[in-house]
């Protein structure tokens, strides 16, 4: 009797054992092979290795994740592997070696840039704009859902010199709303990011003088709440009312966050594809040659009707040379890939994607990767 | 007078043992009783709180067929399907090349420590260095292989130096356990080899080992049940693949610690699902070894008649 009941469990096992070493598969497309990306005349060579390796910035998770659904079906059995544990942790692997290239939301320091060449054995490293991320100012104010503020109130709101609802300066942009009696709860990021830098950096650049706390990957405002990654920040601000945060926008759209108008003096302007494209257009890039390093106070600063200024460059970087072979094959068809067809999913992710010029710009730096 | 007379007719001879009690027993004896359920309320409570969320939010995910067959590669994080193959392959590899290099290291040194070792200098400082590599975070264990395999020898994040932490929490743990087998092998056993004139490394092989060989392999399961949950070193070791690496030398690599890890940075239902799902799946892996644990402890328990 007892033996038999053994032997079943035995037999449990050796079932399971047989099914988990005989039918493992990587194939996730969906039965009918869809075409629905449309794939692009720009000819990808792939080959080379076959599964990358890359880590950074949480913000352009999902983009990498649909460049990869791109590059799959463009190279099959190509893979990516993206840790999304951070752009410091990033730059750092990267920088160790340990992965093939790295995501940030901010370009790098000095002493990075030199460490960065270390490893790339003495090449420089590339800064590669191949994401755009709206970050939304997010709030959750019950009765409120179009809401406009501008730089300036911002930045008051977020280094607590505003701290009601139905302050006056608040009021003074959104005529005819009725604003409730209660009190702002800032949510902010605690651990260090490039989306807080981002947005420190546009406060700094908009705010008309009201901050001067400077910027920086840690939240420097001094007031409310903080919480870890995108997803924590958003999911904080979604459950308390009177909470406002600034976040990615697909994490603001996960947690169902209202998001603020940005009024920047041209009238408010509310966070669409079409008014992302409209302030990248307007960029000027401040890195020479084919590192794209971009001049974003040219983009927060902006005043041109219909752009909305808050949004975030998240750079690869990536070895101009100094890879082996296999790997730079692959890196290039993967970069390829996410600066052509990759872009095309972008906007249901929550990403801008990158207009035609810079499209260009992207290629010719990627082609020169050696 | 005659009253008096009957009660002492009813008397006992001698007064029975067990007195009334008193009322302060009584209530000492309620309070006590009463501490002890409670105790115990609070033990099981959220042991059958945690079983039954994990269950509950777990089960319909891991119903799925994909769920053991494929990996998550190609997968946007809000898209649902796909399964743990990845990760379940991730976890089982790392934690059987972690036994395989534990279980020799941790039963020669016990058998050291019983057999030869006596009250040496050598194997107090042996039982020492145990003792307080028991008490090791893994976290400190994950730093230490960081900063040896990684940094110092050079080579890059991998689930075997995922392992080799493993080795480092296991091996305390299978050296205790073995130690406290082999001591309770009766001494009348091995004498009565040696009255036989076998020699004594025989005796360790022959009949002192297969004696505590059912406590021995109890302990290897549980030990390997218990380092396949670590989190602490596939975090710091081994970078998150949402597809299959079957090389455990090279490249990132999931496990089922990893994947929750990684899939708690997507607030979609699918990221939810992934979670719980890996969760109830490292449950029942885990249940498995234990279970093979008890059936492999009474297969091999010494036979008596």
Redesign the interface.
């Known amino acids: 009797m007892?033996t038999k009941r053994?032997g079943a469990?035995?037999g449990?096992?050796a079932a399971?054992a047989l099914?988990?070493t005989a039918?493992?598969?990587?194939?996730?497309?969906p039965a009918g092979g869809s075409a629905a990306t449309g794939t692009s005349s720009t000819p990808v060579e792939c080959g080379g290795k076959s599964?990358l390796?890359a880590?950074g910035s949480?913000a352009q998770?999902?983009a990498i994740?649909?460049f990869?659904?791109a590059y799959?079906q463009r190279c099959p059995g190509s893979?990516v592997?993206y840790?999304?544990s951070g752009s410091g942790a990033g730059v750092k692997?990267f920088n160790g070696?340990?992965?093939d290239f790295g995501g940030s939301d901010s370009p790098l320091k000095a002493d990075e840039v030199t460490k960065a060449a270390e490893r790339c054995q003495g090449n420089p490293a590339w800064h590669l704009p191949l994401v755009f991320g709206p970050v939304a100012i997010g709030y959750k104010l019950e009765g409120v859902t179009d809401l406009v503020l501008n730089g300036e109130v911002t930045a008051k709101i977020f280094n607590g010199a505003v701290k009601k609802w139905n302050d006056p300066a608040i009021a003074a942009l959104n005529s005819g709303a009725s604003l409730p009696d209660k009190d702002i709860k800032v949510v902010y990021r605690s651990d260090e990011s490039g989306t807080t830098d981002n947005f420190q950096l546009y406060l700094q650049a908009a705010s008309k003088g009201a901050w001067t706390q400077g910027a920086g990957k840690q939240f420097k405002g001094g007031v409310g709440e903080g919480k870890e990654?995108?997803?924590g920040v958003?999911?904080a601000a979604g459950s308390v009312d009177g909470a406002i945060t600034y976040v990615e926008l697909s994490?603001a759209q996960?947690?169902k966050l209202s998001m603020a108008r940005i009024d920047t003096g041209s009238g408010p302007v509310e966070l669409t594809t079409e008014t992302v494209g409209k302030a990248i257009d307007g960029a000027t890039v401040k890195g020479s040659g084919n590192d794209i390093v971009l001049d974003l106070n040219s983009i927060y600063a902006t005043t041109a009707s219909g752009a909305y200024p808050l949004l975030l460059a998240t750079y690869e970087i990536v070895c101009s040379k100094g890879y082996d072979a296999d790997t730079a094959k692959a890196v290039k068809a993967f970069l390829t890939v996410a600066a052509t067809d990759g872009q095309a999913g972008l906007a249901d992710?929550g990403y801008a994607p990158v207009p035609k010029p810079f499209q260009d710009k992207l290629l010719t730096a990627i082609k020169a990767i050696a | 007078m005659t009253t008096t007379q009957t009660a002492d007719l009813n008397r006992l001879a001698t007064p029975p043992t067990f007195q009334s009690v008193s009322t302060a027993r009584k209530i000492k004896n309620g309070v006590a009783t009463a501490l002890v359920y409670l105790a115990f309320l609070i033990a099981v409570v959220p042991l059958v709180w945690v079983l039954y969320t994990v269950i509950q939010r777990g089960f319909p995910v891991i119903l799925d067929i994909d769920w053991?067959?494929?990996?998550?590669?190609?997968?946007?994080?809000?898209q649902q399907?796909?399964g743990v193959?990845?990760a379940?392959?991730g976890t089982?590899v790392q934690g059987l090349v972690c036994g395989l290099i534990s279980v020799p290291i941790g039963l020669f040194v016990a058998v050291y420590l019983v057999e030869y070792g006596g009250r040496s200098k050598l194997a107090k400082a042996t039982t020492f260095m145990v003792d307080i590599l028991t008490g090791v975070p893994s976290i400190v264990a994950a730093l230490f292989i960081y900063s040896l395999w990684?940094t110092t020898f050079g080579f890059?994040?991998s689930g075997f130096a995922v392992s080799l932490a493993l080795v480092l929490l296991m091996v305390p743990v299978i050296v205790r356990t073995t130690e406290e087998m082999l001591k309770i092998v009766p001494d009348e056993l091995r004498e009565a080899s040696y009255a036989l004139g076998v020699p004594k490394w025989k005796t360790i092989v022959k009949i002192v080992i297969p004696t505590a060989l059912s406590g021995i392999l109890t302990g290897v399961m549980l030990a390997l049940a218990r380092v396949m949950g670590e989190t602490a070193p596939v975090l710091v070791l081994a970078?998150?693949?949402?597809?299959?690496?079957y090389n455990l030398f090279d490249?990132?690599m999931a496990s089922l610690p990893l994947l929750m890890t990684?899939e708690?940075?997507?607030?979609?239902q699918a990221g939810f699902e992934r979670i719980w799902g890996a969760a109830i799946t490292l449950v029942l892996i885990i249940t498995?070894f234990n279970?093979?644990a008890t059936?492999i402890s009474?297969?091999l328990a010494p036979k008596t008649k």
Do not use: M
């Not at chain 1, 039918?23 to 497309?29: F, K, L, M, R």
């Open positions: 007892k053994h469990v035995i449990l096992i399971g099914l988990l039918c493992g598969s990587d194939n996730n497309a599964k390796n880590e949480t998770k999902n994740d649909t990869i659904q799959q893979d592997a840790n999304a692997n070696g340990q992965v990654k995108s997803a958003a999911q994490s996960d947690n992710a | 053991w067959q494929k990996s998550l590669s190609g997968l946007l994080s809000r399907g796909g193959y990845h379940i392959y089982l990684i890059g994040r970078a998150y693949a949402p597809f299959i690496n490249g990132p990684a708690r940075n997507n607030p979609t498995l279970l093979l059936v009474r297969w």
